[in-house]
């Protein structure tokens, strides 16, 4: 494979990597689908918190195990056309925005940690509580913590969606520059 078709393979997977995350794709589809369905399936058939908590924490085990790689693969692919390319153009702006898309696409990691995880702990507690307690109906107050923490939590998580879904705008920029 010459140089040339190595780096639009290595751009393709900078740049559906990063999409696949963001909007397009796995972190976004949580928050637009998945955790809706959920809360309808309490609002509409009274499921209750401790399945509806439960259910939470399944999504959120598969995100956990599968985003963090795919968002270091996806930026590994744009570090590196950032430093083919800098040998290439040295005076273009190419190298930055594929630098700034794998920082964007690599925030979802620092974006859970510092801003979703007082959110993902609550829950993950209410998880373990509720998986210890059995079939026993939450309190009124867990109950509506639940909610709240679950709505949360969607809206943060569609917040972190937009980040790699910025990186694979700025590799597609950069890709067609």
């Known amino acids: 494979m010459d140089s040339f078709s190595y780096l639009r ?8 990597g990063a999409m696949w995350l963001g909007e397009k794709g796995n972190i976004a589809a949580l928050s637009l689908m998945a955790v809706p369905a959920l809360r309808l399936s309490k609002a509409n058939d009274g499921v209750s ?3 509806l908590v439960k259910q939470w924490r399944y999504i959120y ?18 570090i590196y056309l950032a430093w083919s390319v800098r040998r290439i153009a040295p005076r273009s702006q190419i190298p930055l925005y594929y630098g700034s898309a794998a920082v964007l696409t690599l925030g979802i990691v620092p974006f859970t940690l510092m801003v979703m995880s007082p959110t993902n702990n609550r829950l993950i507690q209410h998880s373990e509580t509720m998986s210890m307690e059995g079939s ?12 709240q923490l679950i709505a949360k939590w969607n809206t943060l998580n569609g917040v972190r969606s937009l980040l790699p879904l910025a990186g694979g705008i700025l590799g597609l920029v950069a890709s067609l520059a």
């Open 61 to 78: 085990e598969a995100g956990k195990s599968q985003n963090p790689p795919i968002a270091a693969a996806t930026a590994a692919a744009f």
């Open 49 to 51: 918190s401790t399945s």
């Open 9 to 16: 393979a290595v751009k393709c997977v900078g740049v559906t």
């Open 136 to 147: 026993a109906a939450p309190s009124r107050a867990r109950d509506d913590e639940i909610d």
